[in-house]
């Protein structure tokens, strides 16, 4: 195994410092309201190969608009919170079912479609925001920053040389259905609960619930992903609450607050581009950027708190309930084979 050294890891975290600082700076620019969403990407897209990396950011951004549209198509058409808590259970059933069946990298864009759904409608129940303007900054901030991570790395990544990874199997269709009946149950209630009590904690709950229902379920076996993904969420969330303390202590202006962000996404493009770390790397940016509001006003430090404890919780019990489905097909094996 080749060592580890500075030389390896330093070129590549400020690939990806460069990507989000642009992607980051044109969405605030552009007078966006959450220019934090332009910045997430860059952490994602960002692969080993080029065909990899051209292919999940297209997925992205086809998903992102079918998730968009899905979204504002709910909450122009339905006005009862249980009709659109089952608008949004059905599309993150459907797309995490979809996503899981495909198996390969080319079911990205049916997870995001079932969680941008949800990234639509849950503040617009929660908070009162525009499901209209809110699809909109979402797709460009989805497209600022793919096009941010493939022009800076797109040099430097290497073409695939070898056969592209097979399909991992099996792909149970019992796993499939009981994934689709959990998730789609566990968002319809949550996005519900937005609905009819609208705090602060509940609509973050309801998000992190769509997001990781359909990250998590779409996985062929994600129990070894949960070993890093529960700790690195829970880093993430840290990192953000003391931000907006930081933030709230000192009483920084905007371009303090700028500031401030670019700090903590150097430091997580540095601990997402190390190979020990790399994995909960991930969950540590994209949690920091959406608990922490980075770059953005955002909300006050104690309803970051309370947003980070209904994330928090929310990771907590898919992770669970999604581990001990996936343990199911060990058992059902074992059964087989007795």
Not at 62 to 74: C, H, M, S
Not at 181 to 188: D, E, I, K, Q, S
Request: charged letters at 10%; one cysteine or more.
């Amino acid at each position: 195994m080749p060592q580890l050294t500075a030389d390896s890891v330093l070129p590549k975290a400020f690939r990806l410092f460069i990507a989000a600082l642009i992607a980051l700076s044109l969405s605030e620019l552009l007078g966006f309201h959450n220019t934090y969403w332009a910045a997430m990407p860059v952490f994602v897209i960002a692969q080993p190969v080029r065909e990899d990396m051209l292919i999940r950011g297209l997925l992205r951004v086809a998903g992102t608009i079918a998730g968009a549209a899905i979204g504002i198509l709910t909450l122009l058409y339905l006005h009862n919170p249980l009709s659109i808590g089952l608008a949004v259970g059905a599309t993150v059933a459907i797309g995490t079912g979809i996503a899981y069946r495909i198996g390969t990298t080319y079911s990205y864009g049916f997870t995001l479609m079932a969680f941008s759904c949800g990234v639509i409608v849950m503040p617009s129940l929660g908070l009162g925001a525009d499901g209209v303007t809110l699809a909109l900054e979402r797709l460009w901030s989805t497209l600022i920053g793919v096009a941010s991570i493939t022009l800076v790395s797109w040099y430097f990544t290497p073409s695939r040389n070898g056969p592209v990874p097979p399909r991992p199997v099996p792909h149970s269709t019992r796993q499939m259905l009981m994934r689709m009946a959990f998730v789609g149950g566990l968002c319809t209630l949550t996005t519900t609960a937005t609905g009819l009590a609208p705090h602060f904690a509940v609509m973050s709950a309801g998000l992190a619930t769509s997001v990781f229902c359909a990250v998590i379920g779409s996985m062929n076996d994600p129990r070894p992903i949960i070993r890093w993904l529960v700790p690195g969420v829970f880093m993430g969330v840290c990192a953000a609450i003391l931000y907006r303390f930081i933030i709230s202590q000192f009483g920084l202006d905007h371009t303090q607050n700028y500031i401030l962000a670019i700090i903590f996404i150097a430091i997580g493009s540095l601990i997402r581009a190390h190979p020990k770390t790399a994995a909960p790397g991930l969950d540590i940016n994209m949690c920091f950027l959406l608990a922490g509001e980075a770059g953005a006003v955002g909300h006050s430090f104690e309803l970051t708190a309370y947003g980070a404890c209904g994330l928090i919780a929310g990771n907590l019990l898919v992770a669970g309930v999604l581990h001990l489905i996936a343990s199911l097909r060990d058992r059902e094996g074992k059964s087989a084979l007795s």
